[in-house]
């Protein structure tokens, strides 16, 4: 499994835009690789759901409420995920947490690892 640590987070107005930033460390190879990386946040009093996820391959997937806004990539040789956040608006307010899904080639086994989570707050 990985570390991750997430940076990024504040208080911005609406309208304002923030850069999160998810980097991964720990025992990663070419057989012990990071398949995907992504995005939850968890809003006050609400359940945590998928704001956004990039595969290896570079393939994306967005919540429905951030398309178009929202902006994920993914840098695999430095193990770091970015989410450029645009138009931001007080219901984006929340704890956003990084993931990641590592596999590994010699067990054949899925890991899973998350970040401690970093605010977000957007003020109207």
């Known amino acids: 499994q990985v570390q991750l640590v997430e940076s990024g987070g504040g208080l911005v107005q609406a309208g304002g835009s923030l850069r999160l930033s998810c980097a991964a460390s720990?025992?990663?190879?070419?057989?012990?690789?990071?398949?995907?990386m992504g995005w939850y946040r968890q809003p006050p009093g609400k359940q945590r759901e998928l704001v956004a996820a990039?595969?290896?391959?570079?393939?994306?997937n967005y919540a429905e409420a951030v398309e178009g806004r929202f902006t994920i990539s993914r840098d695999n040789a430095k193990n770091t995920v970015l989410l450029q956040m645009n138009s931001l608006k007080p219901e984006d307010t929340g704890v956003y947490y990084c993931?990641?899904?590592?596999?590994?080639?010699?067990?054949?086994?899925?890991?899973?690892?998350w970040g401690q989570g970093t605010q977000v707050t957007v003020s109207s």
């Open positions: 993931y990641a899904v590592q596999y590994n080639q010699v067990t054949d086994t899925n890991y899973q690892s």
């Open positions: 720990g025992t990663i190879s070419s057989i012990n690789s990071i398949s995907a």
């Open positions: 990039i595969r290896s391959g570079g393939s994306t």
